[in-house]
């Protein structure tokens, strides 16, 4: 007899659909509504009329429509898909060279041997950028690297996505100093910019040691046995190399130390042009990554057609994620043509005006949590959520600044949670969706109890300066 087949996680692109369809349904179950927008006169910015909503004509997403909200995505959504597939690219011409594999392999006995202190290092890294710039999706460009680095020190790519990406988050969503999300909510609740920064700082800081403390008692665990690896297949003809250092290397030489040197040069210009000139365009990102990829090959001693074919061998393994972050989109196309999403931004504010202060308080980031899904982008669910919360929250007796910190906590970190925010990083580190929830979401429930204490305290002390 044959045994069973085991049955099989659905793939991403299957969830989607689902969420899609589910999507659609939804255009017919919820009334239609909507808000007009207006200008701050204080700040100039446009943003969303509390007093302003109201029902209009039901206007239900059609079968075709369905279909049609997927290139629709994707057209909608080609700037971060073609950012993708540059970093993708440009990533594929320097690991056409080896030279990561080539230098990690030759250091890998100390690798393994400090990789504890190697999993907070690199973390800190990326939460610093996202904690006091507010750069979150520049820091794709360094997934691949970390990725290499977890490999090479005996653990799967979800640990170097995790130092990567994980650490970023959490960095933003607390942001100290991230204008994105405290610097424009504040501005719009008329709060002075960065006040609150002790409470700030002090979330920063349990948020890293959860995320970090989590990812290293995972990587502790599949370094003992790697077939717990949540990367690990069981068949044992796809078994995952997760973990593995790359066998029959060519010796780390002169000439290879050379373009490692420059590899490396390049990146800490990476970081200037970040950090100094202020390189928010993907487009300026993706340029300067393959002036460098290029320069790095050239040195190693590539001819162009092996340049050429890093290339696209490069922007055909982010291929996959570059697509799915067009079809995710495609779900929000849905919600917005059926103009539902107003309307759930209207029913929540009703709720929540009946209730006790601290637990409404609680509620607006649980909100804040599940709207993060409708609109990814920090800036932009600022605009949106911020005009009603803040009117919602003086009515209430709930401090803006506390009202501010629900927002952030509800914003920031469920970019690593949501389809409609995170597959393109999912992407540069070849880790399906499935995978990554199944690591991901006991940290969510551990961060989602202390975003409703710290909310809940926040309340209770009347958090300022109002």
């Given at each position: 007899?044959?045994?069973?087949?085991?049955?099989?996680?659905?793939?991403?692109?299957?969830?989607?659909?689902?969420?899609?369809?589910?999507?659609?349904?939804?255009?017919?179950?919820?009334?239609?509504?909507?808000?007009?927008?207006?200008?701050?006169?204080?700040?100039?910015?446009?943003?969303?009329?509390?007093?302003?909503?109201?029902?209009?004509?039901?206007?239900?997403?059609?079968?075709?429509?369905?279909?049609?909200?997927?290139?629709?995505?994707?057209?909608?959504?080609?700037?971060?898909?073609?950012?993708?597939?540059?970093?993708?690219?440009?990533?594929?011409i320097?690991?056409s060279?080896?030279?990561?594999?080539?230098?990690?392999?030759?250091?890998?006995?100390?690798?393994?041997?400090?990789?504890?202190?190697?999993?907070?290092?690199?973390?800190?890294?990326?939460?610093?950028?996202?904690?006091?710039?507010?750069?979150?999706?520049?820091?794709?460009?360094?997934?691949?690297?970390?990725?290499?680095?977890?490999?090479?020190?005996?653990?799967?790519?979800?640990?170097?996505?995790?130092?990567?990406?994980?650490?970023?988050?959490l960095?933003?969503?607390?942001?100290?100093?991230?204008?994105?999300?405290?610097?424009?909510?504040?501005?719009?609740?008329?709060?002075?910019?960065?006040?609150?920064?002790?409470?700030?700082?002090?979330?920063?800081?349990?948020?890293?040691?959860?995320?970090?403390?989590?990812?290293i008692?995972?990587?502790?665990?599949?370094?003992?046995?790697?077939?717990?690896?949540?990367?690990?297949?069981?068949?044992?003809?796809?078994?995952?190399?997760?973990?593995?250092?790359?066998?029959?290397?060519?010796?780390?030489?002169?000439?290879?130390?050379?373009?490692?040197?420059?590899?490396?040069?390049?990146?800490?210009?990476?970081?200037?042009?970040?950090?100094?000139?202020?390189?928010w365009?993907?487009?300026?990102?993706?340029?300067?990554?393959?002036?460098?990829?290029?320069?790095?090959?050239?040195?190693?001693?590539?001819?162009?057609?092996?340049?050429?074919?890093?290339?696209?061998?490069?922007?055909?393994?982010?291929?996959?994620?570059?697509?799915?972050?067009?079809?995710?989109?495609?779900?929000l196309?849905?919600?917005?043509?059926?103009?539902?999403?107003?309307?759930?931004?209207?029913?929540?504010?009703?709720?929540?005006?009946?209730?006790?202060?601290?637990?409404?308080?609680?509620?607006?980031?649980?909100?804040?949590?599940?709207?993060?899904f409708?609109?990814?982008?920090g800036?932009?669910?600022?605009?949106?959520?911020?005009?009603?919360?803040?009117?919602?929250?003086?009515?209430?007796?709930?401090?803006?600044?506390?009202?501010?910190?629900?927002?952030?906590?509800?914003?920031?970190?469920?970019?690593?949670?949501?389809?409609?925010?995170?597959?393109?990083?999912?992407?540069?580190?070849?880790?399906?969706?499935?995978?990554?929830?199944?690591?991901?979401?006991?940290?969510?429930?551990?961060?989602?109890?202390?975003?409703?204490?710290?909310?809940?305290?926040?309340t209770?002390?009347?958090?300022?300066?109002?």
């Open positions: 007899m044959k045994k069973a087949s085991k049955m099989k996680a659905p793939n991403a692109i299957v969830v989607i659909m689902i969420m899609i369809v589910f999507a659609a349904i939804l255009t017919y179950v919820i009334p239609a509504g909507q808000y007009a927008d207006m200008v701050d006169p204080s700040t100039g910015r446009t943003v969303t009329d509390p007093n302003s909503f109201q029902y209009v004509e039901q206007n239900g997403v059609s079968f075709f429509g369905i279909f049609e909200s997927i290139p629709k995505g994707i057209i909608e959504s080609i700037s971060v898909g073609a950012i993708v597939l540059v970093y993708g690219a440009a990533f594929g320097i690991n060279t080896q030279v990561f594999e080539i230098a990690l392999n030759a250091s890998v006995d100390k690798l393994r041997k400090y990789s504890l202190l190697i999993i907070p290092a690199m973390s800190l890294i990326t939460s610093l950028l996202g904690a006091f710039l507010g750069i979150s999706e520049s820091c794709f460009a360094f997934i691949p690297l970390f990725v290499l680095v977890a490999k090479t020190m005996g653990y799967d790519p979800i640990v170097g996505y995790a130092m990567c990406m994980l650490g970023n988050i960095g933003f969503t607390a942001g100290p100093m991230n204008y994105w999300t405290a610097g424009i909510a504040q501005g719009i609740c008329e709060l002075p910019l960065y006040s609150g920064l002790g409470m700030r700082l002090f979330i920063y800081a349990v948020l890293m040691i959860l995320g970090v403390g989590y990812t008692l995972y990587a502790r665990k599949i370094s003992k046995d790697p077939t717990r690896s949540l990367m690990y297949s069981s068949d044992a003809s796809e078994a995952s190399s997760a973990g593995s250092v790359p066998q029959n290397l060519p010796a780390f030489t002169a000439r290879k130390k050379v373009v490692l040197a420059a590899t490396v040069i390049g990146f800490l210009g990476l970081i200037y042009g970040l950090t100094v000139l202020g390189w365009d993907g487009s300026q990102i993706g340029g300067y990554l393959l002036v460098v990829a290029i320069v790095v090959a050239l040195i190693d001693g590539k001819s162009l057609n092996d340049i050429a074919d890093g290339f696209v061998q490069g922007a055909h393994n982010v291929l996959m994620g570059a697509l799915m972050v067009g079809m995710a989109r495609g779900i196309i849905i919600l917005e043509g059926g103009m539902v999403v107003d309307t759930i931004l209207y029913a929540a504010f009703q709720l929540l005006g009946g209730m006790p202060k601290v637990l409404a308080a609680v509620f607006i980031y649980i909100f804040q949590f599940f709207f993060n409708l609109v990814p982008s800036s932009g669910q600022a605009a949106v959520t911020m005009p009603l919360i803040a009117p919602l929250a003086d009515m209430l007796g709930i401090t803006r600044q506390t009202a501010v910190i629900a927002f952030q906590l509800g914003d920031g970190f469920t970019n690593c949670l949501w389809p409609t925010a995170c597959m393109a990083g999912l992407a540069m580190a070849g880790i399906p969706y499935n995978k990554w929830i199944k690591f991901f979401m006991p940290l969510v429930v551990v961060v989602a109890v202390f975003s409703c204490a710290v909310v809940a305290f926040c209770i002390i009347n958090l300022g300066p109002f």
